[in-house]
């Protein structure tokens, strides 16, 4: 059964810090990895998607890493703002066969930046 | 694109009544997924649909849950009969079936209180 886990589940950092959330699962047979972001009382915003051939993909200041043999995937914000300030959440997609679509999420990182 | 369309925002009702909770995907988007968020047991999948066929409903907590897909653009969730151990937030989210490169986009969501 596939398991994710996100280390640290809080995180508080000064304004202009890079940072670094990290994501962990059992299973390596993935079709792919997101990371969402969410903010308060609202649903949940796709940031960054990797592909189980990729090993990285960049959006702004994000940069998202997978090492699928490792079971790891990290989230790199950099010159973190105030406005970064929400819960980060990763999530697998299963890889059972060309049908499947089935994402399991991990427990998010509820990140505050400090001004 | 308007996005994915959950109704209503909020919902308070009663135990014991029955709650139709509403979902129209994003259009073009084949797969549809309902998902519940609490602070104790995180985002779980309840069920999903693939061109409108429930694929796996294993997350469905008990029978008092059922959920629809009757055409493309819409879909339910019902509770009958609610109980205050379903209050939760309810996410719906979709995306492309066959494109893994397709993020999945959710709903704002349905606060439901059940007292």
């Known amino acids: 059964k596939q398991e994710v886990t996100q280390i640290p589940a809080a995180l508080s950092v000064p304004e202009g810090e890079n940072l670094v959330l990290n994501c962990s699962f059992t299973?390596?047979?993935?079709?792919?990895l997101q990371w969402f972001r969410q903010d308060p009382g609202k649903g949940l915003t796709s940031l960054l998607l990797i592909q189980s051939s990729q090993r990285e993909q960049t959006s702004g200041r994000l940069n998202a890493s997978l090492d699928k043999s490792s079971g790891r995937s990290t989230l790199y914000i950099a010159a973190s703002q105030p406005g970064d300030s929400a819960t980060y959440l990763c999530a697998v997609r299963l890889l059972y066969g060309g049908a499947t679509n089935k994402l399991i999420f991990g427990t998010g990182t509820l990140l505050a930046v400090q001004p | 694109d308007a996005g994915v369309i959950q109704s209503p925002r909020h919902e308070v009702t009663e135990m014991g009544q029955e709650v139709t909770l509403r979902c129209k995907p994003i259009s073009g988007h084949n797969s549809l997924f309902w998902y519940r968020q609490t602070m104790m047991r995180g985002l779980e999948l309840l069920i999903y649909?693939?061109?409108?066929?429930?694929?796996?409903d294993s997350g469905m907590p008990e029978d008092r849950f059922s959920a629809k897909m009757p055409n493309a653009s819409f879909s339910t969730l019902k509770i009958q009969p609610s109980e205050p151990r379903d209050s939760a937030v309810y996410f719906c989210?979709?995306?492309?079936?066959?494109?893994?490169?397709?993020?999945?986009?959710f709903g704002n969501g349905t606060r439901l209180t059940v007292t």
């Open positions: 299973d390596s047979a993935i079709y792919n």
């Open positions: 649909f693939n061109n409108n066929v429930p694929i796996d």
């Open positions: 989210a979709s995306n492309r079936l066959g494109d893994t490169r397709s993020p999945l986009h």
